[in-house]
């Protein structure tokens, strides 16, 4: 059994800060990438950062980069989006999801095979 946790959501002002963290962890999945993805009500879900587990590497969409930070611990064992400079149009239900195949598109949400709850941003302006 897969179990992606999520944590850290909730409500701050614009120009603030949140930092999410996600942990994968069962039937020892190895999974290449972890990937932050977030879904506005009503509208398709959108991959907002990814890192490569392997050797750190990131990726971000346009929407949040120099903004949002995504990182993992030393025992690479829990993912972290560090998210400042919060805006309003941030608000959302954001999931973390593992993608274990190697290579192709990160923002593919297809490619992703376990997936977290989500947790709940919610950015005041």
């Known amino acids: 059994q897969v179990q992606v946790v999520e944590s850290g959501g909730g409500s701050v002002q614009a120009g603030g800060s949140l930092r999410l963290s996600c942990v994968v962890s069962?039937?020892?999945?190895?999974?290449?990438?972890i990937g932050w993805v977030r879904q506005v009500t009503g509208k398709e879900r959108e991959a907002v950062a990814a890192?490569?587990?392997?050797?750190?590497?990131?990726r971000y969409a346009d929407s949040v980069k120099g903004r949002f930070t995504i990182s993992q611990d030393n025992a690479k064992t829990t993912v972290f989006l560090q998210m400042n400079s919060l805006k309003p149009e941030d608000t959302a239900n954001y999931y973390c999801?593992?993608?274990?195949?190697?290579?192709?598109?990160?923002?593919?949400?297809?490619?992703?095979?376990?997936w977290g709850q989500g947790t709940q941003v919610t950015v005041s302006s």
């Open positions: 890192i490569y587990i392997g050797d750190g590497v990131t």
């Open positions: 069962g039937n020892a999945i190895n999974p290449h990438y």
């Open positions: 999801a593992a993608r274990l195949i190697y290579g192709g598109d990160w923002r593919f949400l297809g490619d992703y095979s376990y």
